[in-house]
T-cell receptor
Framework: AQKITQTQPGMFVQEKEAVTLDCTYDTSDQSYGLFWYKQPSSGEMIFLIYQGSYDEQNATEGRYSLNFQKARKSANLVISASQLGDSAMYFC???????????FGKGTRLHILP | NAGVTQTPKFRILKIGQSMTLQCTQDMNHNYMYWYRQDPGMGLKLIYYSVGAGITDKGEVPNGYNVSRSTTEDFPLRLELAAPSQTSVYFCASITNQGYEQYFGPGTRLTVT
């Protein structure tokens, strides 16, 4: 069964510093995808970045990058030059192509300090 | 495109009542999902569908039912509401090779 683990319930980071949010996953499938979402206090789910299991390069989207280490089954989100608006909950999710379930981790609450 | 829409936005139910949460998407996505999010927690998958006429259980299906008669609609039914079903419910959709799951705004349900 697929499983997503986010071990950091909360993090405090100084503005303008880089942030790494951890995500490890467990799957027996060879074909899968990994997602990161941001949920601000307003509650909506905002898509940030996606990495396919067969993608050779780490995904990047603006200030967001995904540090994908397939052998270690980790997919950490890196936010460069953090901003006050980055304060939110961040969720890692995985989709196994075998059955198309998309399962989420418990999330990490990120606080950016001025 | 309106994306994924959910109705109602808020609802208060008494224990034992029933209701249907509506979800519609206009992006012609085959794959649709229902999640619940308890306060301060992550999203738990309730049910999902890979196309019209096909549904499957997720992580927490007990107490819920779904149907998928059209590509656009994926309603979630609560038959006998219980306080444990107090939560925010999100509907989402994605294409079969998609990399972005589109979410609705959520329905905040309270069962008292």
């Amino acid at each position: 069964a697929q499983k997503i683990t986010q071990t950091q319930p909360g993090m405090f980071v100084q503005e303008k510093e880089a942030v790494t949010l951890d995500c490890t996953y467990d799957t027996s499938d060879q074909s899968y995808g990994l997602f990161w979402y941001k949920q601000p206090s307003s509650g909506e789910m905002i898509f940030l970045i996606y990495q396919g299991s067969y993608d050779e390069q780490n995904a990047t989207e603006g200030r967001y990058s995904l540090n994908f280490q397939k052998a270690r089954k980790s997919a950490n989100l890196v936010i460069s030059a953090s901003q006050l608006g980055d304060s939110a909950m961040y969720f890692c999710a995985m989709r196994e192509d075998r059955d198309d379930k998309i399962i989420f981790g418990k999330g990490t609450r990120l606080h950016i300090l001025p | 495109n309106a994306g994924v829409t959910q109705t109602p936005k808020f609802r208060i139910l008494k224990i034992g009542q029933s209701m249907t949460l509506q979800c519609t998407q206009d992006m012609n996505h085959n794959y649709m999902y229902w999640y619940r999010q308890d306060p301060g927690m992550g999203l738990k998958l309730i049910y999902y569908s890979v196309g019209a006429g096909i549904t499957d259980k997720g992580e927490v299906p007990n107490g819920y039912n779904v149907s998928r008669s059209t590509t656009e609609d994926f309603p979630l039914r609560l038959e006998l509401a219980a306080p444990s079903q107090t939560s925010v419910y999100f509907c989402a959709s994605i294409t079969n090779q998609g990399y972005e799951q589109y979410f609705g705004p959520g329905t905040r349900l309270t069962v008292t």
